[in-house]
Structure formats: structure tokens, C-alpha cells
């Protein structure tokens, strides 16, 4: 028997021998599986000995090592992060993970006294095996696994079951990771657990694992990891630590939040104390990511800064500051946690940085204390490092809110003369100040200046604009800024709804009428509640009942509340007619909807079913790093809403999923049969344009050469029924696998022919971003 198990060979290795004396090999690049080595060597031929488990190291995985950002006890580490890493800083370095500093030590004795910690993996080598012709044919299959995709593998290891176990499944797996075969070793512990014999083996768990981690193959790291907390284990620190990190090395939509979950779990379940390189990588990245930060993101850091006090580890400067900006950020500011965190930050010998009083000075400014804001601002002054942009935005803030407009208007020329030019910021938060006292010439006279600038990103003023003039009754004015917004600007909802109020209020309910269709018709725009009852309440004041009914039944289809003075009227006009006022909802596919599905779902889109497969639910999912996702995620959200659960939010957000109903059945029983994937054999049928339009926005791409790429997941035999079906339609195309993924290309002359045949049900804001080079060229000709 052989008992394997991850170290780190950077320490004198140590190894036991029969009479009990130790022997220690020094060498830190000594590999047991080398080619030069032959692992018999150190293998004792008597039968005492062949009981005494060796320990030794899956060598592969002796270089499948990731950055070690800064320890506590490392000054050189100090200054460099997982981050820096990730962005090949010259402080790259590649070391070996190492987990036996003291208090990891701590830990591996606290879980041995509570049996958590089995990470032996028991396996016997082929020549300890009695049976001759098992020998052989386990050896043959270790030359073979590693050769095979994913499907051969599973068809060979299944031709293989009736003399297979699971120690011999065990080596096999254990002989991958040996080789730098991880995935491969993944794809056998996958085809072992679904055997009958299977029994669950937390060694070699925790061991697979690992190493899936180090290569950052965090989600099938996470599948093993998921495994052993569903065995009602708790993983090992080394699994814990590892998968974070493997998160936080993506750039992925959602893997940070799953990285900060983990993290939470290694403390909370399983009592670990992470090293001083966790805490600050993952602060690090909390402070780095997109985006405004939230109050869980607070929390979140609150949490990290509490547990590097608690285990009494070094709390850096970074900390400190990035902490107090993410309190500064926050609606409401909490000063006084504020300020305790800049003392304790005193106390640690730290020096305030222009980050930290920038920060406090947003504070302030956002209660309107003026008082400390100019004392702060006298300290930034005081640092003779330059005044930064943002800190004049949040001075003109703080004097905003006291109604002192005068002074904010000053502060800004003086932005404008130090900076030699105001910000985009700056010009948003002045003409903002202005406009809320109704100041016209001078609002107007600012926003000519911000155009005649250059710079984009006018929406936000041009907002303030309108609101000003709807709230004066200007409506020629707002309708002409209207207008040049929209000159200006990508389309917005709230300038549209704003305008809607307006056509209403005016009795233009024609014009209105026209709008509010231009809204629901395009995708980037839609309308809302608010809109809804804006031209219900136009219909219901003049009378037109036919078309306030229209308005109801759309309004009930999307699950809009009506607000109640317009339900009152509405309720009263229905009766007349008797009917009753009740939700027209049809729980029915629409012909449009059922085409929709069909191309979001070899787009790779989810079903979900319940044990019973009667219900189902379809999972929406859409990147928010992709201009044409979030378009296409509003559009889509706007036309299932009838079958969305009800929300009370109004933005849209990036993961939303259909309730759960017996019509998506068909879809579920299709393209997901077995809880995977899966091309229908019918397909060719369901390969309308409209079907391969929204396939191709959800999943599929254009080239930098200008070709149409689309993506697909499925068996060999499925993506040949799509690829003969689009050849059905005179379009030629080449297909290449990577993984478990199939990419059809459509070149030249084809990409243009499927253009044409889809463009009619691609998303007008859609198509800058899809359509093919040549096509683009064509139009130019012609």
C-alpha cells in the first residue's frame, strides 16, 4: 500500500524506515515520479514493510504551484498581492504553496482531534496486486485514460466495468494527477461516483481538489468540494484557502462573490484561521471590484478586518484606508466608525494618505458638514500632494446641501482654473445643484458649455434639464432638450418617461400614444410601471376606455401595479361593461416566446425540473460585461414577464428565472433530458430565423475578420443535425470543438446569407454589434 499526500519538499524530507530510524533526503528539487527516478528505489520488499504507508508527493503537482501573496512573517511578500499577480507585476514570483507554517500546524491538530483531516490516499501499486492479468490491464489502462476526450473516456472505462473497483478506479485517478492529467483525473473520480460501488474516499477528495484549484479550474474544484460537504464533511484548510484563490484569479461574473462565500464558510464551519495572505487578497479585491460598493460589500470587509484583529495578525495600511472608503461610499456614512478606524490606523505608526482624508471628506460632505469639510480640505492642502478632481465634486456637494448654490458655482470655477478644465463629474454635480433651484438661464448656459467641451456621457444632465423644466411647466423647452438629448445620447427610460409625463400633463395623448409605443418596442428602452400608469391615467382622464382597457391587460400581463386612485376608475368603467377586473394572464407560450427559448437554449440557456420532472423553470442568465447581453437581458425580461415571479425592483438584474410550470415540459424534456444539454433530434424542424436570431445574439459573436461564430453544447451526432439543417438553408459552415463546446463558423459569403436571413429579428441595438464585415461592406456599396 502506498499513501500519497501533498508537502512540500522545500523542507528536508523525512521518511520512516522499518528499524525506526529516520532517513532525511535534503534536496528541493527532488521529484519521487521523475523520469530519472524510479519510485520502486525507496519501496522495502519485505511484508513489514510493505504495510508502512509511504507518504509521498503527486510530483506533478510539485510544479503546479500558484503565487503566495504576502505573510505575516515575510517582510519581502509585504508589498504584493494576489492581484498584483494576476496583473504580472515584476514582483511575479512562482512558489509552492506552503501550509506548515505554525498556525496552519494549529489547525491540522485541532481537525486530527475532531477527524477531519484524512488526506491519505491509500492506493497499492500494480506490482503489490496478486492477479497477474489485473496488473496488466491496469496498466494499460493508465497509457490509455489520458489519450481520450471526455466521451471516449466514459465509453471506455465503461467497457471496463465488470472487473473495475474502486481501488482500481482509485489508482487510475491518482495516476493522472501524477502525470499532470488533472482534468483527466477529475473525469474518472466523476465516472466513479456514479458507480454502485462507489464509496466516498475524502483523501483523494481533498487531494483532486487541490490540485483542480492550483490549475485554477475552480468550478470542477468546486464540484469536488461540493462533494465532500454534501458527505457532511468538512474540507481541509488547503481546499478552503485554494478554492478562494482560484476565484479570485477569474475575472468571471460572479466568481468573487463566491470567493467571499467560501472564505466566510472556512471561518464559520470550519474553524480555520486563514493566513494573512487570504485576508489581504481578498480585501484587495473586494476595494478593486466594478462598480459602486454596496452595503454587503462593507460587511464583508468589516468581516475580514475583524478576523486579522482577532487572530492577531498584521493589519496593513491598505486595509485601513480601503476600509474607510468603503464607509465613505455608503449613502449614509458612518463618521464615527469612520473615525475610530483612523485612530486605531494612528496608533499602528500609519500616516493618513490623500486616499483616507479624500475619503473623509466625502463623508462629511454627504451629511452637509460644511464646518469639518473645510477643515478636512485644509488637511488635503496640507499634504502638498495636489487636490484631486472628486474632492472639489464633494465640496460643491457638501455646500449644496445647505442651500448655499452661490458658493458650490465658485468652487466649481475654481475646479475649472486649477484643473485647467472642470470633469465630467463636476459638470454633473453642478448643473445638478442648479437645476434643483430652478436656476434656467444658468443651468442652460452650463450645459451648453459641457457640450461645446467635448466629452460625453450628457444623459445625467440632460436628465436634471427635463426634471427642471417639468417641474416649471416649460414643456416646449423640455421637449426641445428632448430631442437633443436623444441627438446626443443612447436612448433612456427615465428621459422617455419624463417626456411621457409631460405629452400627458398637456393632453397630447396622441403623441404620447406614439411614444409610449416606441418604448415597448424597443428593447434597450421598454417601458415600466411608471410609464403605464402615465398613459393609463392620459386614456382614463379623456375618456378613451377602449384603449385605457389595452393598457390594463398589458399592464396585468407584465404583473404591473395599477395605482389605486387609476384602479378606482378602472374598477368603476369594467363594470359597466360587466366584466369583472381581474388579471387576463394565459399561461401560454406564445408562438413568438416558444422561438425565443428554442434559439436561447442551444444558446446554452438552463432548465431546471423538480424530482418528479412535472414542473420546470428556465434560468436566465446574461453577461454584465457585455454592452449587447444587457440589452438583450432587458428585452427578454420584458417579454417573459408573465412568467416571471413578482418583483417589486425595477432594474433588471443579470440572473432571473421563470416560475416554475408544466409548459416548459417540452423544452426541459428536449434539450435537457438528463439534467445536461442535449441537441434535439428534431431539431431541423425548430430552426427558424427568428429561433437562430436569438441564438446568435445570445451566444454567438463576430470576429475581428467579420465572420459569424456561433456556440454550441451537445453530442457530435446533434451538431451535425444543426450543421446539415443550416446547410438546408444554402449556408456552408465549419465546425471546431474546444473542450465540451462546439463552435460553428459561417464565412465570407455564408456569414452574409445568414445575416439576411436573421436580421429581421435581431434587436435594432443589436445589430452594430453582430453584423457581419462583409455585409457591412455590401450596404456601404450599394
Excluded at 507585476?89 to 477531519?116: K, M
Excluded at 456514479?194 to 481538489?209: E, I, M, P, S, V
Excluded at 478576523?307 to 496593513?316: A, D, P, R, Y
Excluded at 453642478?430 to 442652460?444: G, P, S, Y
Amino acid at each position: 500500500m502506498i499513501a500519497t499526500r501533498a508537502c512540500d519538499f522545500s523542507s528536508p524530507l523525512s521518511s520512516a524506515s522499518p528499524s525506526g530510524a529516520f532517513v532525511t533526503v535534503t534536496n528541493s528539487n527532488f521529484s519521487f515520479f521523475s523520469p530519472s527516478l524510479n519510485p520502486n528505489i525507496i519501496r522495502h520488499r519485505s511484508s513489514s514493510s510493505r504495510r508502512l504507508l509511504r507518504r509521498l508527493s503527486f510530483s506533478r503537482n510539485e510544479t503546479q504551484s500558484f503565487p503566495l501573496p504576502f505573510t505575516a512573517n515575510s517582510a519581502s511578500h509585504r508589498s504584493r498581492t494576489f492581484v498584483e499577480h494576476v496583473a504580472g507585476t515584476p514582483h511575479q514570483t512562482i512558489e509552492v504553496y506552503d501550509f506548515g507554517d505554525l498556525e496552519s500546524a494549529r489547525n491540522d491538530l485541532r481537525n486530527v482531534g475532531t477527524r477531519r483531516v484524512e488526506t491519505d490516499v491509500e492506493v497499492r501499486e500494480i506490482e503489490d496486486l496478486p492477479e497477474e492479468w489485473r496488473r496488466s490491464k491496469l496498466a494499460w489502462l493508465c497509457k490509455e485514460v489520458p489519450s481520450h476526450e471526455a466521451v471516449t473516456l466514459v465509453r471506455l472505462l465503461n467497457a471496463q466495468k465488470k472487473w473495475v473497483r474502486q481501488e482500481d478506479a482509485t489508482y487510475i485517478c491518482v495516476h493522472c494527477t501524477r502525470i499532470r492529467e488533472n482534468e483527466t483525473g477529475f473525469r474518472v473520480y466523476r465516472w466513479m461516483t456514479q458507480q454502485n460501488w462507489y464509496r466516498f474516499d475524502f483523501g483523494l477528495a481533498t487531494k483532486l481538489a487541490d490540485f483542480l484549484g492550483k490549475e485554477r479550474k475552480f468550478t470542477k474544484c468546486r464540484e469536488v468540494f461540493d462533494d465532500i460537504m454534501n458527505q457532511g464533511r468538512v474540507p481541509s484548510e488547503s481546499t478552503f484557502h485554494i478554492l478562494v484563490v482560484a476565484y479570485l484569479s477569474s475575472s468571471e461574473e460572479g466568481c468573487f462573490e463566491e470567493a467571499c462565500s467560501v472564505y466566510n464558510r472556512m471561518i464559520q464551519l470550519g474553524g480555520y484561521r486563514p493566513r494573512l495572505s487570504l485576508h489581504n487578497s481578498l480585501f484587495r479585491a473586494l476595494v478593486s471590484k466594478q462598480g459602486g460598493p454596496s452595503s454587503d460589500d462593507v460587511r464583508q470587509a468589516e468581516f475580514i478586518f475583524h478576523n486579522v484583529v482577532t487572530t492577531g495578525l498584521e493589519v496593513q495600511k491598505d486595509i485601513y484606508s480601503g476600509l474607510i472608503w468603503l464607509h465613505s461610499c455608503q449613502d449614509e456614512a458612518d463618521i464615527e466608525r469612520i473615525n475610530y478606524l483612523r485612530e486605531e490606523m494612528r496608533k499602528a505608526g500609519f500616516e493618513e494618505s490623500k486616499e483616507v482624508v479624500v475619503s473623509l471628506l466625502r463623508a462629511y460632505a454627504k451629511e452637509g458638514g460644511v464646518e469639518e469639510v473645510e477643515r478636512t480640505w485644509l488637511e488635503l492642502l496640507g499634504l502638498d500632494c495636489g487636490i484631486p478632481s472628486q474632492a472639489f465634486v464633494y465640496k460643491i456637494e457638501a455646500y449644496a446641501k445647505v442651500g448655499d448654490f452661490a458658493r458650490a458655482l465658485g468652487i466649481f470655477r475654481e475646479m475649472d482654473k486649477q484643473l485647467g478644465g472642470a470633469t465630467v463629474s463636476g459638470y454633473h454635480k453642478i448643473i445638478e445643484v442648479v437645476c434643483k433651484v430652478h436656476q434656467v438661464e444658468l443651468a442652460e448656459s452650463l450645459l451648453e458649455e459641457f457640450v461645446e467641451t467635448g466629452k460625453k456621457q450628457l444623459l445625467p444632465s440632460y436628465i436634471e434639464i427635463v426634471k427642471m423644466y417639468f417641474d416649471l411647466g416649460s414643456h416646449e423647452k423640455l421637449e426641445k432638450a428632448f430631442v437633443e438629448c436623444l441627438e446626443k445620447c443612447q436612448p433612456n427610460q427615465t428621459i422617455y418617461n419624463i417626456y411621457l409625463d409631460s405629452l400627458v400633463n398637456t393632453g397630447n395623448l396622441e403623441r404620447a400614444g406614439d411614444v409610449f409605443d416606441e418604448m415597448k418596442n424597443n428593447g434597450t428602452i421598454n417601458v415600466n410601471a411608471s410609464s403605464c400608469n402615465t398613459v393609463l391615467k392620459g386614456y382614463l382622464d379623456s375618456g378613451n376606455h377602449a384603449k385605457a382597457k389595452k393598457i390594463y391587460e398589458l399592464m396585468s400581463l407584465k404583473k404591473y401595479e395599477v395605482e389605486s386612485p387609476l384602479m378606482e376608475k378602472l374598477d368603476y368603467i369594467l363594470s359597466l361593461v360587466r366584466k369583472e377586473v381581474k388579471k387576463p394572464l394565459s399561461m401560454k407560450l406564445s408562438k413568438e416566446q416558444r422561438e425565443v427559448l428554442v434559439g436561447l437554449l442551444l444558446g446554452g440557456l438552463r432548465v431546471e425540473s423538480d424530482k418528479e420532472r412535472k414542473s420546470h423553470k428556465i434560468m436566465f442568465e446574461f453577461r454584465g460585461k457585455s454592452q449587447a447581453h444587457l440589452i438583450l437581458g432587458q428585452h427578454i425580461y420584458d417579454q417573459f414577464r408573465e412568467w416571471l415571479p413578482h418583483s417589486e425592483e425595477e432594474d433588471i438584474p443579470l440572473e432571473f428565472s421563470s416560475i416554475s410550470h408544466s409548459c416548459f415540459g417540452f423544452y426541459a424534456d428536449n434539450f435537457w433530458p438528463n439534467g445536461r444539454p442535449e441537441i434535439p433530434k428534431l431539431i431541423h424542424r425548430w430552426l427558424s430565423p427568428e429561433s437562430l436570431a436569438y441564438w446568435y445574439m445570445y451566444s454567438g459573436y463576430r470576429t475581428s475578420s467579420g465572420d459569424a461564430i456561433l456556440r454550441l453544447k451537445g453530442s457530435v451526432e446533434g451538431v451535425e443535425k444543426v450543421v446539415k439543417a443550416l446547410r438546408a438553408k444554402s449556408m456552408e459552415c465549419r465546425v471546431k470543438k474546444k473542450g465540451n463546446v462546439f463552435w460553428i463558423g459561417l464565412q465570407g459569403t455564408n456569414s452574409v446569407l445568414f445575416w439576411k436571413l436573421i436580421e429581421p429579428h435581431v434587436l435594432e441595438d443589436m445589430k452594430d454589434y453582430l453584423r457581419p464585415a462583409y455585409e457591412a461592406i455590401d450596404t456601404d456599396g450599394d
